[in-house]
């Protein structure tokens, strides 16, 4: 067997139970040292957050979870736990990250311009749709040929040459 950390050591396996569930591992021995004899690898995001004792309790009001879980797994239990933990992530997010504003790509020009225009063939496809329904109910076979025409030249423009 080979390590799942490395790739490349011969591995055995190592049974750990960890939070109630046994986890069965598959390291090297200098990996396993390494992931799991060190303390400091049970509670690493605690030295992000720090250790203030008597926030130890704190707790989600919504999910339950405390901020010395946190510390220990570096996961959240729902989207209040920000506003719960909120003094204590702060620190935590600004030094992972450096900056505590989301700052992400901005979609180019071209895509807006392709979103409206496929939203517009969405938005002419429902109503050729309910149109052809109409001409359906009504018995009208010519206005009912040139609406599936049209239908099926929206379609070629939205799916390509599917036409669907």
């Known amino acids: 067997m080979v390590c799942t950390n490395c790739g490349s050591n011969f591995a055995k396996q ?43 309790g704190k707790s989600c009001p919504v999910c339950g979870l405390t901020l010395a879980d946190f510390r220990r797994t570096g996961l959240l239990g729902c989207a209040d736990c920000y506003n719960a933990f909120r003094g204590e992530l702060l620190p935590t997010i600004r030094y992972v990250q450096g900056k505590l504003r989301h700052e992400g790509k901005a979609p180019s020009g071209e895509a807006d311009e392709r979103y409206d225009l496929v939203r517009d063939l969405v938005r002419t496809q429902e109503s050729l749709r309910a149109r052809i329904s109409e001409a359906e109910h009504d018995g009208d076979e010519l206005e009912l040929e040139r609406l599936k025409t049209e239908l099926a030249r929206v379609n070629r423009k939205l799916y390509g040459e599917e036409g669907r």
């Open 14 to 56: 190592y049974r750990r139970t960890q939070e109630g569930r046994e986890l069965v591992l598959t390291l090297c021995e200098s990996c396993y040292k390494k992931l799991y004899s060190e303390p400091a690898a049970e509670d690493f995001f605690a030295s992000f957050v720090g250790r203030t004792e008597g926030k130890q």
